[in-house]
């Protein structure tokens, strides 16, 4: 349901290919179908109210890690007037770049995956994931990246989909991950992001766990939070 900025595994399905321009068709998806079917489902209620209260506790300069097609982009408060984005993937990026070209806001774009930024250390005060950890090939690295760009003072802030507290449906969320990463891009359904976070050094300061109204439970259950080095 919630991924963007994974990569699926082609290699396993070598002879799905486009026959006229012979280009994978799982590569085709993830470049060219999923990002417009999930900038769809992302952008209906209640997601632009949980992006918009997130994002209202970020200041100073700012780095959004999985950016993807840009839907955080409106619900920045004013104040920020510089962003710095990271996302792997183009197709994401193409759909992204109309609302770039729309806002005020000056958005340094890098197609580039988290597990190994350019930028020099402790050079943001703010970090923010939106539903993307669950994609992230290794996501312990990229926390570790995170934490290593962020100032001493300063905060990652979060909202992700991972393995719900219930062992009902943490059963479901084992069971359905290999599929949720072929159409989904890469998702996991049963990361633990509380763990996840904690294990790379992050100290876990404001946390909420909750079922999404109206989602599936193997797919709705949230962690969203506040973290400090």
Same mark, same amino acid.
């Given at each position: 349901? =919630?991924? /963007?900025?994974?990569?699926?595994?082609?290699?396993?399905?070598?002879? =799905?290919?486009?026959?006229?321009?012979?280009?994978?068709? *799982?590569?085709? !998806?993830?470049?060219?179908? @999923?990002?417009?079917?999930?900038?769809?489902? *992302?952008?209906? +209620?209640? @997601?632009?109210?949980?992006?918009?209260?997130?994002?209202?506790?970020?200041?100073?300069?700012?780095?959004?890690?999985? @950016?993807?097609?840009?839907? &955080? =982009?409106?619900? !920045? +408060?004013?104040?920020?007037?510089?962003?710095?984005?990271?996302? +792997? &993937?183009?197709? *994401? /990026?193409?759909?992204?770049?109309?609302?770039?070209?729309? #806002?005020?806001?000056?958005?340094?774009?890098?197609?580039?995956?988290?597990?190994?930024?350019?930028?020099?250390?402790?050079?943001?005060?703010? %970090? %923010?994931?939106?539903?993307? =950890?669950?994609?992230?090939?290794?996501?312990?690295?990229?926390? $570790?990246?995170? $934490?290593?760009?962020?100032?001493?003072?300063?905060? !990652?802030?979060?909202?992700?989909?991972?393995? #719900?507290?219930?062992?009902?449906?943490? $059963?479901?969320?084992?069971?359905?991950?290999?599929?949720?990463?072929?159409?989904?891009?890469?998702?996991?359904?049963?990361? &633990?992001?509380?763990?996840?976070?904690?294990?790379?050094? @992050?100290?876990?300061?404001?946390?909420?766990?909750?079922?999404?109204?109206?989602?599936?439970?193997?797919?709705?259950?949230?962690? $969203?939070?506040?973290?400090?080095?």
């Amino acid at each position: 349901m =919630l991924l /963007n900025r994974g990569r699926c595994k082609t290699a396993a399905l070598p002879h =799905l290919r486009n026959k006229w321009t012979g280009e994978h068709v *799982m590569g085709l !998806y993830s470049r060219v179908l @999923f990002p417009r079917g999930l900038d769809w489902l *992302m952008s209906r +209620p209640p @997601f632009p109210d949980i992006r918009q209260a997130l994002l209202a506790q970020v200041g100073g300069k700012v780095l959004e890690v999985g @950016f993807g097609t840009g839907l &955080n =982009l409106p619900h !920045y +408060p004013s104040h920020i007037h510089e962003l710095t984005t990271v996302d +792997p &993937n183009p197709g *994401m /990026n193409s759909v992204a770049q109309r609302r770039i070209k729309a #806002s005020p806001i000056v958005v340094r774009s890098h197609m580039l995956h988290g597990e190994q930024l350019p930028m020099a250390d402790e050079s943001f005060d703010t %970090v %923010v994931s939106t539903w993307t =950890l669950c994609s992230i090939e290794n996501v312990e690295r990229a926390l $570790r990246e995170l $934490r290593r760009v962020l100032k001493p003072d300063g905060r !990652y802030v979060f909202i992700e989909h991972g393995l #719900s507290d219930d062992p009902k449906v943490q $059963r479901w969320q084992h069971l359905l991950t290999p599929l949720q990463k072929i159409y989904a891009d890469g998702c996991h359904l049963n990361r &633990n992001m509380r763990e996840i976070i904690q294990q790379q050094g @992050f100290s876990i300061v404001e946390l909420e766990q909750f079922y999404l109204d109206r989602a599936p439970k193997s797919q709705g259950y949230m962690y $969203r939070g506040v973290a400090t080095k």
